[in-house]
């Protein structure tokens, strides 16, 4: 019984986890201007801006990188537990 309940309480856990990253995605692509649409401006960025930028962008990677880290293991294998399954 007590099995059952730790594999619901996983399932669940991991719905909501995709739930709430699907939304921070979506928040980020709504509020992020494309970067693109940031250097074509007929005004050149000033190097306050494009450090801004970067640093934006390498938080980026940083929050992705710890989601990726909830998928795998501290030596980069994937991780034994098979969330899609589920």
């Known amino acids: 019984m007590t099995m059952i309940l730790t594999i619901d309480q996983l399932a669940t856990n991991f719905i909501s986890f995709a739930e709430k990253l699907a939304s921070t995605i979506t928040s980020i692509a709504v509020r992020l201007p494309q970067y693109d649409a940031l250097t074509s ?3 050149g960025l000033s190097p ?13 990677f940083r929050f ?5 880290g ?3 293991k501290k030596d980069g294998s994937k991780s034994k537990v098979n969330f899609m399954r589920m």
């Open 41 to 43: 401006s007929s005004v």
């Open 48 to 60: 306050r801006m494009k450090a801004s930028i970067t640093n934006i962008y390498v938080d980026l």
């Open 64 to 68: 992705f990188q710890g989601v990726v």
């Open 70 to 72: 909830v998928f795998t």
